[in-house]
C-alpha cells in the first residue's frame, strides 16, 4: 500500500507523459568521432561542413591534417581537394553508423572554385560527397539547389563580356538528401498519431519539396550576431527548419556533426525535436548560447507567422476555388487534405539550461487559443466547432506575401 510521504507514482508518470520536452547537447570536440551516440539510434543529420578549396576553411582542415597545408603550398590543387574531403569522409562515416535504418541525411555543400598555379578551377565537392555516402551504401534521393540571393555577385570573372575566356558565377550550393536503407515505417498508433500532428501545410509542402529554393539568402540574420555568423558559415535559421519538418516527426534526434554557431540546434528546438551537435571551434559556445537564449521568441514568431500565412492562402483559395472540405481538428481552420486534419504547431513555452551543453525546451501542448477561431462559412460542407463561442474569423486586412518565407531575412 502507498505510505501517505509516497508520491503519487500514476500521477507523476500521467504528468510527466503530458509535457512536451526537448534536450538538445553540444559537444565541442571532433564529429570523426561520434562515440557519445550509440549506433543507429538518430533520425536525422541536418549539416553543414567546412567546404574544401574555399579559403576560408582553409585553417581548419589544415589544423586537422598537416599534410594539407604542403599539398596547398605545392600548388596541388587536386590534392589538397582530396585531403580536406578524405577528413570530411570520417565525419560522414561515422553519420552513417548513427543514423537509424529509414534516417535520413542532409547535407549542405557548394562546389568551389579557385586559381591555384594560375590554373582556375572548380572543385566538386557535391559529386565528391554524393560518391562517398554511395559508397557507404546510403540510398541518394533528389537533392534541393540552393540558389542564392547574393548582396553583390561577380558576373565578370575571367574575360567578362569578351568571349572564350569568361567563367561562370557560382550561385548555388546544394542539399544532398540521403537515406538509410528503406523507408521509415510508423506501425504504432501513438507513432502514425506523433505523425499526423508532425504534418506539415499542403502550401509549404508544395514549395519545400521543390528542387530549387531561391528565396533565401546566404547570410545576415536577427538571431544572433551577423557578422560572427557571416565568419562562421552560417546557413539560414529556415534551411535546418525546412528539413527538419520535411525529414522527421516531432520527438526525433537530430545531429549536427558540424554544428557553427548552432542553428540546426535552433531549428529542432523551434520544431520540437531533440538534438546533439558538435563543434570543434569551442569558441562558438557563446554565440550558440546567445542564440538559445532567445529561441523562444524566435520560433514563437516562425510558428505565428506559418499560421498566419496559412490564413492568407485560406483566404486566397477560398476566393479563387470556392469552400473547403477539411478542418484542423486542433485549430478549426480549413486545410486542403485529410492529413492536416491533426497538424499542430506546438508553441514554445520555456528554455531551461541544465548545464553549460544542455539545454531543455517546454512545449504547449493545446494549440494557440488566439488561432482557433470560427471559419463556418469557408466549409462546403458542415464543420464541427472545435470549442464553442469561438470568434469568427475575419480576414486581415494586409496579408503578408504568399512565397516561400524566410524566417529572418
Ligand atoms: C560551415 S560551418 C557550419 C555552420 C553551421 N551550419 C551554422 O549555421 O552555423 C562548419 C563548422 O564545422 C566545424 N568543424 C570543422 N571540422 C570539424 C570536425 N571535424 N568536427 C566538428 N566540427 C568541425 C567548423 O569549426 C565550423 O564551425
Redesign the pocket.
Known amino acids: 500500500m502507498q505510505s501517505k510521504q509516497e508520491p503519487n507514482r500514476t500521477l507523476l508518470i500521467k504528468i510527466t507523459i503530458m509535457i512536451m520536452k526537448t534536450i538538445h547537447q553540444m559537444i565541442f570536440?571532433?564529429?570523426?568521432n561520434m562515440s557519445h551516440i550509440p549506433q543507429e539510434c538518430v533520425d536525422l543529420i541536418v549539416?553543414?561542413?567546412?567546404?574544401p578549396m574555399i579559403k576560408m576553411w582553409d585553417d581548419?582542415f589544415t589544423a586537422?591534417d598537416h599534410q594539407i597545408k604542403k599539398a596547398l603550398n605545392d600548388g596541388d590543387g587536386l590534392l589538397s581537394f582530396e585531403l580536406m574531403n578524405q577528413?570530411l569522409d570520417k565525419?560522414w562515416d561515422e553519420v552513417v553508423r548513427i543514423l537509424k535504418p529509414g534516417g535520413f541525411a542532409c547535407i549542405?555543400i557548394g562546389d568551389a572554385v579557385r586559381t591555384i598555379n594560375a590554373n582556375f578551377m572548380l572543385y566538386p565537392n557535391q559529386s565528391r560527397v554524393l560518391t562517398h555516402m554511395l559508397n557507404k551504401g546510403l540510398i541518394a534521393l533528389p537533392a534541393i539547389i540552393w540558389r542564392k540571393q547574393l548582396n553583390a555577385p561577380n558576373k565578370f570573372m575571367g574575360s567578362g563580356t569578351l568571349p572564350a575566356g569568361a567563367y561562370v558565377t557560382l550561385e548555388h550550393e546544394y542539399i544532398l538528401i540521403f537515406r538509410k536503407h528503406r523507408k521509415r515505417e510508423f506501425q504504432q498508433e501513438a507513432d502514425k498519431q506523433n505523425r499526423r500532428e508532425s504534418a506539415i501545410f499542403w502550401e509549404e509542402r508544395n514549395n519545400w519539396f521543390s528542387d530549387i529554393w531561391m528565396d533565401l539568402k546566404g547570410a545576415g540574420q536577427k538571431m544572433s550576431d551577423k557578422k560572427v555568423?557571416q565568419r562562421?558559415?552560417?546557413?539560414p535559421f529556415e534551411i535546418p527548419y525546412r528539413l527538419i519538418n520535411m525529414f522527421s516527426v516531432k520527438g526525433d534526434t537530430v545531429v549536427?556533426?558540424?554544428?557553427?554557431?548552432?542553428?540546426?540546434m535552433l531549428a529542432a528546438m523551434a520544431a520540437g525535436r531533440n538534438s546533439i551537435g558538435?563543434?570543434?571551434?569551442a569558441d562558438?559556445h557563446n554565440t550558440i548560447l546567445s542564440g538559445v537564449n532567445s529561441i523562444v521568441n524566435v520560433a514563437n514568431e516562425r510558428i505565428r507567422n506559418r499560421i498566419k500565412t496559412h490564413f492568407v492562402f485560406v483566404e486566397q483559395r477560398m476566393k479563387h476555388k470556392g469552400k473547403f472540405k477539411h478542418q484542423n481538428r486542433c485549430y478549426g481552420f480549413p486545410v486542403i487534405t485529410l492529413q492536416e486534419k491533426d497538424l499542430l504547431l506546438n508553441q514554445l513555452l520555456s528554455m531551461e539550461k541544465v548545464n553549460k551543453n544542455r539545454a531543455d525546451i517546454i512545449y504547449a501542448d493545446e494549440p494557440q487559443q488566439n488561432f482557433c477561431e470560427d471559419w463556418g462559412s469557408y466549409y462546403s460542407e458542415k464543420h464541427e466547432p472545435v470549442r464553442p463561442g469561438l470568434k469568427k474569423h475575419v480576414p486581415e486586412k494586409q496579408p503578408p506575401k504568399l512565397v516561400q518565407l524566410g524566417l529572418l531575412d
Not at 549539416?47 to 567546404?51: D, L, Q, V
Request: negative net charge; glycine residues 10%.
Open positions: 570536440k571532433s564529429a570523426n549539416t553543414s561542413p567546412p567546404y581548419s586537422q577528413i565525419v549542405n555568423r562562421s558559415g552560417a546557413f549536427d556533426p558540424f554544428l557553427g554557431t548552432g542553428t540546426t558538435y563543434e570543434v571551434e562558438l
